[in-house]
């Protein structure tokens, strides 16, 4: 299967999640999103969402998970709205932006005033545009993760390395020497053996323990 390597996540957890408002004609939505890791927990943030609003009136949902091309899974919910005007553009929202791992609620105070579908349509995804905005973002790509064992004189060394690589530390071990498993871009992972080998003078090797995803912060929110 092929990844796509142009995903991103979601960086905010279900205890803090991210959130951006709407208003039209009296009517309040509150978007909300989290980072997920299976349609289970997507499914109980909805839940959490609606038992912190008893007095509103829908709490739409859509969620998106997976980073395989062709087996990445979607879920949402118009919870009691007319079909597609408020599980769909919210879904939309989160696909037009290339996310996945992440769900996000639309809780909606009826304001008094019908709206119509498009209105619907229109509130419901500038309410999750406003929450997406807010976030804070990951890209996610394929890595290699490696295993090294490093003497102490060469501990920085290495560690420098990794990062001019693009690749950041899983675990370390201090004992006699440092064992360092480290995170590689996949693009980088070939390079990186070879510089590691020319650096040390062979005094360093770095066994392949498997593929892993790689999630790097995107700096600013939104």
Same mark, same amino acid.
């Given at each position: 299967?092929? !990844?796509? !390597? #142009?995903?991103?996540?979601?960086l905010?957890? #279900?205890?803090?999640?991210?959130r %951006?408002?709407?208003?039209?004609r009296?009517?309040?939505?509150i $978007?909300?999103?989290?980072h +997920? ?5 997507? +499914?109980?943030?909805? /839940?959490? *969402?609606?038992?912190a ?6 709490v ?12 990445? $899974?979607e879920?949402m919910?118009?919870?009691g709205?007319p079909?597609?005007?408020?599980g769909?553009? +919210? ?9 996945t791992d992440?769900?996000?609620t639309?809780?909606?105070?009826? %304001? ?8 619907? +349509? ?11 905005a ?5 890209t996610?790509a394929? $890595? ?9 004189? @060469?501990? &920085?060394? *290495?560690?420098?390395l *990794?990062?001019?690589?693009?690749? !950041?530390?899983?675990?370390e &071990?201090?004992a006699?020497?440092v ?15 070879? @510089?590691? @080998?020319? #650096?040390?003078? %062979?005094?360093?090797? #770095? /066994? ?7 999630? *790097?912060?995107?700096?600013?929110? %939104?």
């Amino acid at each position: 299967m092929t !990844t796509n !390597t #142009a995903l991103a996540t979601i960086l905010d957890d #279900a205890g803090s999640p991210a959130r %951006g408002t709407y208003e039209d004609r009296k009517s309040e939505f509150i $978007g909300e999103i989290c980072h +997920i890791e299976d349609p289970d927990s997507a +499914i109980a943030f909805a /839940q959490r *969402v609606r038992e912190a609003n008893p007095k509103a009136r829908h709490v739409a949902y859509a969620a998106v998970w997976g980073v395989d091309v062709g087996s990445m $899974g979607e879920r949402m919910s118009d919870d009691g709205e007319p079909s597609g005007t408020a599980g769909k553009p +919210i879904l939309e929202a989160i696909r037009s932006r290339g996310l996945t791992d992440c769900v996000v609620t639309v809780t909606r105070y009826f %304001g008094g005033i019908l709206l119509g579908s498009g209105g619907l +349509i229109r509130a419901y995804s500038n309410a999750a545009g406003e929450a997406i905005a807010a976030a804070h973002r990951a890209t996610i790509a394929r $890595g290699v993760r490696f295993q090294m064992r490093v003497g102490y004189s @060469r501990h &920085d060394q *290495v560690l420098q390395l *990794v990062r001019a690589c693009g690749g !950041t530390v899983a675990h370390e &071990d201090f004992a006699a020497d440092v064992t360092v498993s480290v995170d590689i871009p996949e693009d980088a992972a070939d390079s990186f053996v070879v @510089r590691l @080998r020319d #650096a040390t003078a %062979g005094a360093v090797i #770095a /066994q392949k323990l498997g593929d892993v995803r790689t999630v *790097v912060p995107v700096e600013d929110a %939104g």
